[in-house]
Structure formats: structure tokens, C-alpha cells
């Protein structure tokens, strides 16, 4: 197996983002990362996204082609894109998906995000 190193990162605020949409809070975090290791949306041959609830909480089961496809990593690039699910260590497990998939050699560079947006629903459903 290969070593691997996390090159780039950024995270949002966290917080009540009523006008924000979960794909714009992924973008705002990804396309920080991306900055942040100086690598351009080409060089990305893998995309993993952590999320828990989509479906309960934005109504989008397939987070991770929707992600893809509104960041243009799948319209222009045609990058994979996995979405896992582990409650809670969702985006800690999209981390540990995205390790196996460059320290086996199948993938060089990769962006593995958690992202979850529970303001759109109340507190009874974001809590259940």
C-alpha cells in the first residue's frame, strides 16, 4: 500500500445557513480544499461524501452524483463519486474510503467530504 497525505482542507462555518443550499455548502468546502492544495478540478479522479440524512433531511437520496454533477466534477470530468453512510462518523468514513481508494494505488487524488443540512426540517425530524 501506498502512503497518503491529506494536502488540502477547509471547512465551513457551522451554524444556520437558512439561504444556503446543502450542494452550495459542499462546493464552498470542496472548492476550498481544492485552493488549499493547489490542485484544479482535472486532478481529481475520486470524490467520497459523508452524509447521514440526506434523504430525510434535503430529499436527495444520491448525494454523492449530486454533488458531483453541481460541482462539475462528473458533467466535465466524469470523477466517481461514492456516498457513504455511519450515522454520525459519516464524513469520518467518507475520509477512511478515500484512503483505501489512493493508499491501494486505484486513485491519486481525491476530495472526501462529510456535509449535512438539517435547518430545512424541524427539530422533531432532525433530532428522530
Not at 482542507?9 to 476550498?32: C, L, M, P, Q, Y
Request: with cysteine; glycine share 14%; charged share 20%.
Amino acid at each position: 500500500m501506498r502512503d497518503v497525505a491529506i494536502i488540502g482542507v477547509k471547512n465551513t462555518n457551522f451554524g444556520e445557513k437558512w439561504d444556503v443550499s446543502f450542494r452550495d455548502i459542499f462546493v464552498e468546502a470542496g472548492a476550498g480544499s481544492l485552493q488549499d492544495a493547489g490542485v484544479a478540478g482535472e486532478d481529481i479522479d475520486g470524490l467520497y461524501v459523508g452524509n447521514m440524512s440526506g434523504g430525510q433531511f434535503v430529499e436527495q437520496e444520491h448525494i454523492g452524483a449530486l454533488i458531483a454533477d453541481y460541482s462539475g466534477l462528473a458533467k466535465n470530468l466524469n470523477v466517481p463519486s461514492t456516498r457513504v453512510e455511519a450515522a454520525c462518523a459519516s464524513g469520518g468514513l467518507a475520509l477512511r474510503q478515500a484512503i483505501f481508494g489512493v493508499a491501494s494505488g486505484y486513485q491519486d487524488i481525491v476530495v472526501a467530504a462529510g456535509v449535512e443540512k438539517m435547518t430545512d426540517v424541524s427539530s422533531a425530524v432532525a433530532s428522530a
